[in-house]
C-alpha cells in the first residue's frame, strides 16, 4: 500500500486543486427562499446543489 503526500498529483488532481475556495446561496425566489448553492473550487471545478428547505423556508435565519 503507497500513500500519497497532500500536495502529490493523483488521477483526479492534487488536493490543492479541489480546494474549496467559495460557496455562494443563491436566492431564487425571494418570497419563499429557494435556495441554490455554488462550490468552487481553486481549479476552477464547480458544482450547484440544492438548499432549499420545503416547506420549512423560515428555518433558514438570513
Avoid at 488532481?13 to 455554488?38: H, Q, W, Y
Amino acid at each position: 500500500m503507497t500513500t500519497q503526500s497532500p500536495t502529490e498529483t493523483s488521477a483526479h488532481g492534487s488536493s490543492r486543486d479541489r480546494e474549496i475556495v467559495d460557496a455562494k446561496a443563491i436566492i431564487t425566489c425571494p418570497g419563499r427562499n429557494f435556495v441554490a448553492l455554488k462550490i468552487t473550487t481553486r481549479s476552477g471545478v464547480y458544482g450547484l446543489g440544492d438548499a432549499t428547505l420545503n416547506g420549512r423556508e423560515l428555518s433558514v435565519d438570513w
